[in-house]
């Protein structure tokens, strides 16, 4: 294709636009076979798929509890190349269409495609990743679970050149977007390797001291702690600060900016407080419900628990309550603590707290964690020093994190740009 020497048409989609002069519009209907192969009692050995927004797994034994059923006679069959899409929850589903590369069953809640012979598989893959990941089919359900049907979506246009460009478009994609890629895990990797160091460092400062050839040790008494510095002891958590839970409140108490800000488990990111998913209440909030600087607001209950323990000192002037499943830990040595939270010490605890069966930190559980306590004067050098390591080590993390976000949207629109026929190939 050359940009130079097309004309183009306006395609009759608005989030589409122009597309080139010799490309169709066309119904999925007539490019797509919606395939429906029931497992019935045919079941043998055949590996489980799930569709996630980063492609189509295979769900392994240790993932099974609690989320493949009993039977799967009424699970699908899928080959290796079908096309699975997620036609549910299209406003906020996490999970969007792919090309299988594997072979096996899935979800009867899923729907599976075969492109004819007038689609080239690789590029309705593009054209979908597109459609999928910018939420455009949303507009078309009609229903309070933004839901699509068989009959709907092959009744939906897709934008269709020529074979042969379907197929330079999906070849030029598959480049293009393995470098993407591979750019993209590289700075992932970055950030999860400087993530541990940031850990094993806080870690090793609050158990070791600043200066730990210098100084003599003792055992813990904790074999997990190991060896102290000889002055330092162990203490409890109840020893130096009170936990509370937050506030109950209900949907008919919500309100819009004018009211009190609820801070909840989503304002707490990589230990810092972040205000893009704020909620506010309009009821009667007690003053030791509101948040004071220097509080320590802990996610304690939550659907994932993986999120459990998550932290971030508040260490502005706020108006601010905090809801039920967060815990605030309200202590005259919190920059301290705040980093022993941030330590494999409160990681270990909460390893035995939080289980497979109870996503929950109760005040009890933590205000008994042991951890050891340097005198006052070494308790504020150690903040002190940490501070400015984890300032350093949290600006290279966002400078990655701005270089995946701008990796990404540009992934984003040189799909758009390609499958629409914007960008000469």
Known sequence: MSKQNMEFKDSGILWIGQIPKHWEVIRNKYVFTHKKEIVGSKFKNFDILSLTKNGIKIIVESDQKGKVPDSFETYQIVKKDDIVM???????????????????????????????????????????????????FKQYSKNIRFTLGTDEFMNL?????????????????????????????????????????????????????????????????????????????????????????????????LTDESGILVLRSSNVQNSK???????????????????????????????????????????????????????????KISKFMFYVLNSNIFSYHLSNFVTSTINQLTNSNFENIKFPLPPLNEQKEIAEFLDKKCEKIDRLNENYTKQITALKEYKKSLIYECVTGKKEI
Not at 208 to 221: A, I, R, Y
Not at 309 to 321: E, M, R, S, V, Y
């Open 86 to 136: 997620c036609l549910f929850d299209l406003d906020v589903s996490a999970v969007f269409s792919g090309i299988s590369k594997y072979s096996g069953i899935i979800s009867p809640a899923y729907k599976i495609f075969n492109p004819k012979e007038n689609l080239n598989f690789k590029y309705a893959g593009y054209f979908f990743d597109f459609v999928f990941v910018n939420r455009k």
């Open 273 to 331: 407080l972040v205000f893009h998913d704020n909620v506010y209440v309009s009821c009667s909030v007690k003053n030791n419900l509101m948040v004071k600087n220097n509080d320590i607001l802990i996610c304690s209950r939550n659907g994932s628990r993986n999120l459990i323990g998550k932290n971030a000192l508040i260490d502005i002037d706020i108006k601010a309550t905090f809801g039920a499943f967060m815990l605030i830990y309200r202590s």
């Open 157 to 253: 246009k897709i934008p269709l050149p020529p074979l042969n460009e379907q197929k330079k478009i999906a070849e030029f994609l598959d480049k293009k977007c393995e470098i993407i890629d591979k750019r993209l895990s590289n700075l992932e990797r970055k950030i999860k390797s400087l993530k541990e160091y940031k850990k094993s460092l806080i870690s090793e400062c609050v158990t070791t001291g600043l200066n730990p050839k210098n100084m003599e040790f003792k055992d813990s008494g904790i074999p997990w702690i190991g060896q102290i510095p000889k002055h330092w002891e162990i203490s409890k958590i109840k020893y130096h600060g009170t936990a509370r839970n937050g506030l109950t409140y209900s949907p008919s108490d």
